[in-house]
């Protein structure tokens, strides 16, 4: 994907995955040194800001907590504040990447509803006002934009809208597909010591291991620890 890395101190948003809660911030604490705003610890979204897009792809490349990361271009409680927030947004930060020979896709995530392709279809059709020139890829996209509404937490009770929603420029991914192909159901052996892939990951990045590090541990019990070092 194109991106313009120069730019620093721009405002993120993360979608999280929401399993291993309590390790969240240690981790990302222990990855990088953050400011964290508009932030609650068990929300699918966080809001950072004072970082450089480096940063946040540092961390996404270690991050088995956070799906993706966004640069966020405009927030709101509802989809006519979004649309004033992107409104308000500076031509000149989207002009980048809104150029008339490139190409680009809007993706629409939503967390704690599943909506049918029509009504997807019809969100993204409703972002009409914005200003893109390229052409529409959906298999290869030099630029990925993405519409993200919240539901919040409680599956028993599922608003009809969404508690928040967020558009922003696709940044980077995590590294979620590690815990798939680590998973117990992969392993030829398992013992009852066996540690959760996710688990192991996370222990990892809070003990700062990084490459041609030593790790000794003594519980190492079926292995998993080590494979994820």
Known sequence: MAANTSRSCLQFLLQLAQDNLDFRLPVWIMIIIYSILMMSL???????????????????????CAKSAFELWGHGRTHSELKTSLLNYPVEK??????????????????????EFAERIKRIDDMEYLPFEGTVS??????????????????????????????????ADGQRELIRSHSVKN????????????????????????????????FVGTGMFCLCL
């Open 42 to 64: 068990f929300a699918p979204f966080w809001c950072l800001e004072g970082l450089s897009e480096e940063d946040v792809k540092h961390v996404m490349a270690r991050s088995v």
């Open 187 to 218: 392993r030829h052996f398992i013992g009852n010591t066996s540690m959760d892939a996710g688990l192991s990951f996370i222990m990892a990045n809070h003990a700062k291991v990084k490459q041609n590090d030593v790790v000794f541990d003594p």
């Open 138 to 171: 959906l298999k290869n996209p030099q630029h990925i934009f993405s519409l993200l509404e919240d539901y919040g937490t409680d599956p028993n009770n599922i608003p009809e809208v969404p508690n928040y929603v967020y558009f922003g420029r696709w940044i």
């Open 94 to 115: 989207m002009r980048p990447f809104m150029q008339q020979e490139s190409t680009y896709r809007i993706n629409v995530y939503t967390f704690n509803k599943t909506l």
